[in-house]
């Protein structure tokens, strides 16, 4: 017999970079940047009723202030990530950092509410809109193959674990020290990003595309008059004018009309003109910020859809439940922050478990389990809430709505991006979390009108049919009311040229309480519509995901930010 040689082994592939824990301290940087952008979406909601106390302010401002953030990430993460192409990913996340940093302080500093718009919705949103899109770029470039998926998952879960424990930090800090100790955080954190980023390799797009200014400002202004004609009907009448609208000085109410209505055509129309901008865009051949093709491909429409829709009831829920818990039950800002932590622990808890099953189970069927789970989880907080339900009789319905959300952002991302090219996966993916952000948006300013208005009307109503109070002080007692729905709703005596007795003061705040459960009942079963129509829309997704395009799918370019929580 012949001997033949041994092979020779395969030398060992030599890494093109730092390896053991300095390898992995660009994802640090970039995971902390994530953790904080997206803390700040749901910081604010249990430090209510403190921030209407000592800013003397209304729940109705405080609302401009969260959907502000939502609605400048909404707008401009894809012009961000646009910048970061030009002028280098890393430049931007740097430059994002320290706007995110002036805007923090500004807010922490804030002594009236549009102090703090102008510091957290604006600066800041700016700083979240650079710093959100360069965060993906930045790891596509430092990572290649296992290690590349890896980064960008734990870069995900960090997106969802500052989602989770918004709340729980906002709420400890408002309790032990203040509200303002989430934006002095923010300083520090964006500092230590800033010191940071000289760990990270720049990266600059291969091609310079140009920015699209114009269709930047007509989806902004379209988006900012839409969600000011919902939050500002209930103060300016929804058709009737009910309270001077004035910009400069002169007031604006054309034929007794009020301003509403024409902020809602106007953004309609305005919405309908950066369509047809952006199509024009598409035909010269230019790069546009939306590209419309995306919306004819009716997967990704309708995953879009489903992504949009479920951050609305999220978000809105997450508005309107800690008004009932610190006003009805009289809790404190920390404790609102753990009644809320069911539904974190059960989104992140099954977010990874989804992404295991759908190893054996379709991802569209994935989905449509995790809806129905959020439904389940809806009805029965609609049909429990009660002037008696407590924080613990929470736990179940909201863990179960937050399994049921886990389960299908686990799979909902991947089944939208997956419906187009791998050329096009990147301003997809933007795309996908500007709708996510845009339903944020949306589900603050819907379901917070909703409760506002319902506790006001509520109010009201209950006050003019009391038969504990005289109907010679009904009416009178009745417009202090409503003039001081939020101080009353958190506790607050009313305050009334009326001689009121401890007893009636009594029946007002049980009147105040009463309206706060029906309003959220009524945003429950608004919540419950709009994720049956996702329940609906589910079914026209397609039963698997397309591998071949799937594994090319990467943020590599402007604005490609998948939405938190949909990274298994």
Known sequence: MTATAAPMPLPEPVPDGPTGFRKWLPLLVMGLAILIVVLDTTLLNVSLATIVRELDTDIRSIQWVITGYSLTLAALTITGGRMGDIFGRKRMFAGGAALFAVGSFVASISSNVPMLILGEAIIEGVGAALMLPATASLLVATYRGRDRSLALGVWGGMAALGAGIGPVVGGYLTTNFSWRWGFRINVVVAAVLILASVLIKDQRAKSRPQLDWVGSMLSALGLFLGVFSLIEGPVYGWWRSTKEFSVFGIAVSPGGLSVVPFAAVLSGALL??????????????????????????????????????????????????????????????????????????????????????????????????????????????????????????????????????????????????????????????????????????????????????????????????????????????????????SAIEFGAALQSTEVLSEAQHAEIRRIAHQSTVDANKRAYLFTIGTTLLALGLATRLPKGINVERNESLQPAVAGAVPSPGAVS
Request: proline share 5%; net charge positive; glycine share 12%.
């Open 272 to 485: 309908t003109l950066f369509a047809l901008w952006e199509a024009r865009v598409t035909r010269r051949g230019r790069l546009p910020l939306v590209s419309m093709k995306l919306f004819s491909i009716g997967q990704f429409r309708t995953g879009a859809a489903l992504t949009g829709i479920m951050a609305l009831g999220q978000v809105g829920l997450l508005f309107g439940l800690p008004v009932f818990l610190q006003s009805v039950r009289g809790l404190s800002a920390e404790k609102t922050g753990f009644a809320l932590l069911p539904l974190s622990v059960g989104l992140l808890f099954m977010a990874p478990f989804g992404g295991y099953m759908s190893r054996h189970v379709p991802p569209k069927r994935i989905v449509q389990t995790g809806l129905l789970f959020s439904v389940t989880g809806l009805i029965l907080m609609h049909n429990m809430l009660s002037l008696d339900t407590t924080a613990a009789d929470f736990i179940v319905p909201l863990g179960i709505y937050g399994l049921g959300l886990g389960l299908s952002m686990s799979q909902l991302a991947n089944l939208t991006l997956s419906a187009v090219s791998p050329s096009d996966s990147g301003l997809a993916s933007g795309v996908n979390n500007t709708v996510r952000q845009v339903g944020a948006s949306l589900g603050t300013a819907i379901l917070g009108t909703i409760v506002v208005a319902s506790i006001a009307s509520g109010l009201h109503d209950g006050i003019m049919n009391s038969p504990k109070l005289d109907p010679r002080q009904r009416l009178v007692v009745a417009a202090a009311a409503s003039a001081q729905v």
